[in-house]
């Protein structure tokens, strides 16, 4: 398995985060450029009453929800110039822009507990539990 290097490049990573708009769609889209999210996608997406978010991309219906990244974590945007032409070669990714907060949709199908990104987050406050130190005695003598 091949390694996988971030950069942060020459300047360090600048503190974009209250600025930022990160969008987690169920798809894959084709391209490499700037897409004017406010004017073609926020424009269109509402909040209802329970704080869910419903929108639509391309005709097809989104239902999402923002989450915060945890206390001490930053969400990264990482971008990768070159991909290498085996799964042996390293890869290198630059950072492109840190995030505090992001948005995730869905098809058609309410968020929930069971998302993938849900489950990852609680995932972190799980890891640092399992691999914190233990204080005090576990058996008493």
Not at 63 to 71: A, I, L
């Given at each position: 398995m091949a390694s996988i290097r971030i950069q942060t490049g020459k300047h360090q990573i600048q503190d974009n985060s209250k600025d930022s708009n990160v969008q987690s769609l169920p798809c894959r889209i084709h391209a490499d450029c700037d897409a004017s999210v406010a004017q073609y996608f926020d424009n269109y997406v509402k909040t209802k009453e329970d704080g869910t978010l419903s929108g639509s991309f391309r005709g097809y219906p989104l239902r999402g929800k923002k989450?915060?990244?945890?206390?001490?974590?930053?969400?990264?945007?990482?971008?990768?110039?070159?991909?290498?032409?085996?799964?042996?070669?390293?890869?290198?990714?630059?950072?492109?822009?840190?995030?505090?907060?992001?948005?995730?949709?869905?098809?058609?199908?309410?968020?929930?507990?069971?998302?993938?990104?849900?489950?990852?987050?609680?995932?972190?406050?799980?890891?640092?539990?399992?691999?914190s130190p233990i204080e005090g005695e576990l058996f008493e003598t």
């Amino acid at each position: 398995m091949a390694s996988i290097r971030i950069q942060t490049g020459k300047h360090q990573i600048q503190d974009n985060s209250k600025d930022s708009n990160v969008q987690s769609l169920p798809c894959r889209i084709h391209a490499d450029c700037d897409a004017s999210v406010a004017q073609y996608f926020d424009n269109y997406v509402k909040t209802k009453e329970d704080g869910t978010l419903s929108g639509s991309f391309r005709g097809y219906p989104l239902r999402g929800k923002k989450v915060q990244v945890p206390e001490g974590y930053s969400g990264l945007v990482l971008h990768e110039s070159s991909r290498p032409s085996d799964d042996k070669e390293e890869r290198t990714f630059h950072v492109a822009g840190k995030f505090e907060e992001m948005t995730f949709w869905n098809w058609d199908k309410a968020t929930g507990d069971g998302d993938g990104i849900t489950r990852a987050l609680e995932w972190i406050e799980i890891a640092k539990a399992l691999h914190s130190p233990i204080e005090g005695e576990l058996f008493e003598t």
